[in-house]
């Protein structure tokens, strides 16, 4: 079984900064990717973005250029860093393993970007 943790969310100004992250307990295989996800009032979650190992990384569209995912897979943690945060940021984030197709989430913790 694994379980996730989130940590690092908060209150931040637009165009400030801000990191996540998320730890993880049980057995991960490094071959399984690790991500963020976000959900926004009405909307669906949606992925922010996914890594498996630092050479294979996914983002989307809308955090390209902005934001960037870690791993480690001795703390079994991934972080995301958020830069130059919009208010369309603004969400509950998701930290997630995806176990041979077996998805795993953490409870989310919440990003507030707003002046």
């Known amino acids: 079984q694994v379980q996730l943790v989130e940590f690092g969310g908060g209150l931040v100004q637009p165009g400030g900064s801000l990191r996540l992250s998320c730890r993880a307990s049980?057995?991960?295989?490094?071959?399984?990717?690790m991500g963020w996800y976000r959900q926004a009032p009405g909307k669906e979650r949606e992925l922010v973005a996914t890594?498996?190992?630092?050479?294979?990384?996914n983002y989307a569209d809308s955090v390209k250029d902005r934001f960037a995912i870690f791993r480690d897979y001795n703390r079994k943690t991934v972080d995301l860093q958020m830069n130059s945060l919009k208010p369309e940021d603004t969400a509950v984030y998701y930290c997630?393993?995806?176990?041979?197709?077996?998805?795993?989430w953490g409870e989310g913790t919440l990003v507030t970007v707003s002046s």
């Open positions: 049980g057995t991960l295989y490094s071959i399984n990717p």
């Open positions: 890594i498996t190992t630092s050479t294979n990384t």
């Open positions: 997630n393993y995806n176990h041979f197709g077996t998805d795993y």
